[in-house]
């Protein structure tokens, strides 16, 4: 049971450029979850997908779009990168808990350079 | 815009001290609040969820005060491997809307 999954885990970009994020997780959780972190900010959500089928814009959804491919997996795609999506991405994905809690587990994370 | 605050830190403490991190909350119709654990340089860990009549799990003890909006989580008898970055974490109110808290850093030093 690997969890939550993440490639690549490292990637660095010229400005313009672009690139998919993968993601998987083998928990069979309906909802999935991206995220970017940066120092003093916090984790921010991207977007997210609630089930197999729909996705939702989040904090910060400008110059990114998703992919809900299947229930395993769900792809953050940068079209064209700048530089400030350099960022540290984190996937997850989440189960509802028997008190209604959303308990959210996170992928290993990739660390993204756009130069 | 829903936030949950807390301090920054770093928290430097010897081996064995307890340690209380508090964070406050905005979103008073937040219902679901947690404690992250992260390494440098890893992805956060679920540490433990808080309810409203306070959880233990071990040395780590976490409460809810909803009339304050504030959740606690404290740390006894730290260890070496205690040092890590905290984050507090509340619910935005819908599904798919966790609020995190920039996080607290503890050092725990021989």
């Known amino acids: 049971n690997a969890g939550v999954t993440q490639t690549p885990k490292f990637q660095v970009l010229k400005t313009g450029q672009s690139m998919t994020l993968q993601c998987a997780q083998d928990?069979?959780?309906?909802?999935m979850y991206w995220y970017r972190q940066d120092p003093g900010m916090g984790l921010r959500l991207i977007y997210y997908s609630a089930s197999e089928g729909t996705t939702d814009k989040g904090e910060v959804p400008n110059g990114y779009n998703v992919s809900r491919l299947n229930k395993r997996e769900f792809s953050l795609r940068l079209e064209s990168a700048a530089p400030s999506q350099t960022s540290v991405y984190f996937c997850?994905?989440?189960?509802?808990?028997?008190?209604?809690?959303?308990?959210?587990?996170f992928g290993p994370g990739t660390r993204l350079t756009v130069l | 815009r829903k936030e949950v605050e807390q301090d920054p830190g770093p928290f430097n403490v010897p081996e064995g001290a307890t340690v209380a991190f508090n964070c406050t909350y905005s979103n008073s119709a937040s219902q679901s609040f947690f404690w992250y654990r992260q390494d440098c340089r890893k992805e956060p860990k679920l540490l433990m969820s808080?309810?409203?009549s306070g959880n233990e799990d071990g040395r780590f003890t976490a409460q809810l005060n909803r009339a304050s909006q504030y959740i606690s989580l404290l740390i006894r008898d730290s260890k070496l491997s205690d040092s890590a970055t905290y984050l507090c974490?509340?619910?935005?109110?819908?599904?798919?809307?966790?609020?995190f808290g920039k996080g607290t850093k503890l050092s725990v030093k021989p």
């Open positions: 808080v309810y409203s």
């Open positions: 997850a994905s989440s189960v509802w808990g028997v008190l209604g809690e959303d308990t959210q587990y």
């Open positions: 974490v509340g619910d935005g109110g819908s599904q798919g809307n966790l609020i």
């Open positions: 928990m069979n959780h309906n909802s």
